[in-house]
């Protein structure tokens, strides 16, 4: 059974960092691209950033380019979100994913969200 769980959210003002952290079990994570969605209160959930399975390859929405930085250890099936120049509109749950779709960003397996407040 895989799991993915979400750490690392909190309330910040504008203009902070955070760092979420995601660790999926029961895959082969180094096999699978990684990323990162987000759903704000009465919008759809929306791609934030992804990973290919190497770490060599990174993919990001224009909202967070330049802000944001994915990685990911692949000795610790975790990946990383680095959010830095935080905006009041980053404000919104932050969803893991596991066994992502490059490029149609089909998810295999999401995690439960960890909630990112930003305060202006």
């Known amino acids: 059974q895989v799991h993915v769980v979400e750490s690392g959210g909190g309330s910040v003002q504008a203009g902070g960092s955070l760092r979420l952290s995601c660790a999926a079990s029961?895959?082969?994570?180094?096999?699978?691209?990684m990323g990162w969605f987000r759903q704000a209160p009465g919008k759809e959930r929306e791609f934030v950033a992804a990973?290919?399975?190497?770490?060599?390859?990174?993919y990001y929405a224009d909202s967070v380019k330049g802000r944001f930085t994915i990685a990911r250890d692949n000795a610790k099936n975790t990946v990383y979100l680095q959010m830095n120049s935080l905006k009041p509109e980053d404000t919104a749950v932050y969803h893991c994913?596991?066994?992502?779709?490059?490029?149609?960003?089909?998810?295999?397996?999401w995690g439960q969200g960890t909630q990112v407040t930003v305060s202006s």
């Open positions: 990973i290919s399975p190497s770490g060599l390859s990174k």
């Open positions: 029961g895959l082969t994570f180094r096999r699978y691209a």
């Open positions: 994913a596991a066994d992502i779709t490059i490029n149609t960003w089909v998810v295999g397996y």
